[in-house]
């Protein structure tokens, strides 16, 4: 029997939220109509012109290529039209984007439209993430939005791969969906997914390990010597959304050009931390669980070691004996 995620949604929404008048499943709904209109843009980007670079840099100083600007409005777009969002935080813009409704707005969307991007011209798998945060009552802008992982309601991603598989959890285990084209809609395809508890596989970006912390280098030394193998796309959402179902671990460690590592705490660590707990793994930072982190500012990075609890405990051992947490030249 066909399952719809919009079907899915309702269910959790019944179960999870009854009080949440539509609310919540009309803001989830918002986010699959987006990611169904940026796989639609994908999908095609050899055949028009949405290729390259749209000539401009984001808030992080990246180059912005045209598929992350079409994204970002689609989301905004999409988002922006449910009665229930306050604020929309994305990582191409600076600041939250109040919705004129915010004083109505129960929920926060915070998302990164589409990571990996730089990896679009060469046809590799690129995911957008988001997480769901409640508006604190009477809240506005980075106040509002400034809150640590463990209040998620909700987080998800979609990776737009050699299928495009919406992944979510609103707190009640994972489950994920593949877009049925013929039909236009996603189909519950892995329900209640769990991380396996031990894997074969680390995924970190080999060159940068000069500049890893010892304790890093002695880990991923001890995995090498304990047969695991290495894969890194260098799409996020791709090498994680790997780790979910094969389990093993990925790792952004802190590297000499980004010191407390390259990824953003609110619209990549959280969400998919959230994810892979609610699967059975674990996501630290190396001082800690990534989902306890107060945040200080709507953009901060964190490093981030997330996957299987063999893996991460594995690493937590090692890091927390060997405390040499300096990098190197
Ligand atoms: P590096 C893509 O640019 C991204 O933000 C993530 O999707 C990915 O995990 C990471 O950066 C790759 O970074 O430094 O290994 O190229």
Known sequence: MLVTVQQHILQQQEDQF????????????GMTLATKMIQAKIRRAGLVDILGSAGATNVQGET?????????????????????VAFLVSEENEQPVTIDRSEGGKYIVVFDPLDGSSNI????????????????????????????????????????????????????GVYGFTLEPEIGAFVLSFANMRMPVQGNTYSVNEA??????????????HLRSNGYGSRYIGSL?????????????????PTKKN?????????????????A???????????????????KSIHERTPLIIGSRAEVGTFHQIHSSGRSDRTTA
């Open 18 to 29: 009854p009080a949440a008048r539509g609310n919540f499943s009309s803001l989830l709904s």
């Open 121 to 172: 011209d060469v046809n590799v798998s690129v995911g957008t993430i988001f997480s769901i945060l409640r508006r604190p009552e009477g809240t506005h802008g980075e106040a509002a939005v400034l809150q640590p992982g463990w209040k998620q309601v909700a987080a998800g991603y979609v990776v737009y791969g050699s299928s495009t598989i919406f992944v979510y959890t609103a707190g009640q």
């Open 237 to 253: 959402v791709a090498d994680f959304h790997r780790t979910l179902l094969k389990g093993g671990v990925f790792l952004y460690p």
């Open 64 to 84: 912005q290529q045209k598929l992350d600007v079409y994204a970002n409005q689609a989301v905004l777009h999409c988002l922006g039209a449910r009665e229930s």
């Open 208 to 221: 940068n390990s000069d500049s890893f912390p010892e304790s890093y280098r002695t880990y991923l030394g």
């Open 277 to 295: 707990e609610q699967a059975g793994g674990h996501a630290i930072s190396g001082e800690g669980r990534i989902m306890d982190i107060a945040p």
């Open 259 to 275: 010191p407390n590592g390259k990824l953003r705490l609110l619209y990549e660590a959280n969400p998919l931390a959230f994810i």
